[in-house]
């Protein structure tokens, strides 16, 4: 059984930074791939960012392009988000996500499994 679990949001000021982590287990995710979403109040869960756990290979939405780096380490079983440059449109809760077989997918639905998100709060 895949659990996932989120952990480093928070209140941070504009320009500032964060870093997130997703402890995942329950199984091998050597041809899996991970990625984060997020949900802001009354609007739909978006893509941030997806790695393929076994290559490293990256994906990234325009909105965080550049600010954003998505990383994963194997022996940890830990996908981690660094944000920096926040936004105040960055605030909303993060979610982490797996989905078996290695295409970067952008959209929620083909993603299996789901941690229970954290909060992050951008204030300006």
């Known amino acids: 059984q895949v659990q996932l679990g989120e952990s480093g949001g928070g209140l941070v000021q504009a320009g500032g930074s964060l870093r997130l982590s997703c402890a995942a287990s329950?199984?091998?995710?050597?041809?899996?791939?991970m990625g984060w979403f997020r949900q802001a109040p009354g609007k739909e869960r978006d893509f941030v960012a997806a790695i393929r756990w076994s290559s490293g290979r990256t994906s990234y939405s325009d909105s965080v392009k550049g600010r954003f780096t998505i990383s994963r380490d194997n022996a940890k079983n830990t996908v981690y988000l660094q944000m920096n440059s926040l936004k105040p449109e960055d605030t909303a809760v993060y979610y982490c996500a797996a989905k078996e077989g290695l295409l970067l997918s952008v959209t929620s639905r083909q993603y299996d499994h789901w941690g229970q998100g954290t909060q992050v709060t951008v204030s300006s």
């Open positions: 329950g199984r091998t995710f050597s041809s899996y791939a």
